[in-house]
């Protein structure tokens, strides 16, 4: 191996190893955002929710159920559906 290619190495396992706890962080975030969009999914399978019913199926704070249902609304994984007194019905787009 050229000594350009093995001092690359080496800089690219020093900033691995310097930035290992915040690659972790980053890790672990993303597998509970998995499990939560995972859990909100299951919720709706079986038609349409509110997002206070999503939160109470899920146990997730309201206000986060509805910035999951909102981030999968725009990315078109949710359809908002009819109005059921003061809150839309949201269900799992047809894919």
């Not at 000594?3 to 706890?21: I, S, W």
């Not at 109470?56 to 559906?81: R, S």
């Not at 109005?83 to 894919?95: H, R, V």
Request: avoid cysteine; hydrophobic fraction near 35%; proline fraction near 3%.
């Amino acid at each position: 191996m050229s000594d350009k290619k093995k001092g690359d190495k080496q800089a690219l396992k020093a900033l691995r190893q310097e930035r290992k706890t915040s690659i972790e962080r980053a890790r672990n975030a993303i597998k509970t955002q998995n499990k939560d969009i995972k859990a909100i999914r299951a919720a709706m399978k079986d038609g349409g929710r509110t997002v206070p019913e999503i939160a109470e199926a899920t146990g997730m704070p309201t206000a986060q159920v509805l910035m999951y249902v909102a981030t999968l609304k725009k990315y078109g994984e949710v359809a908002e559906g009819p109005k059921d007194g003061d809150y839309f019905k949201y269900e799992l787009a047809a894919k």
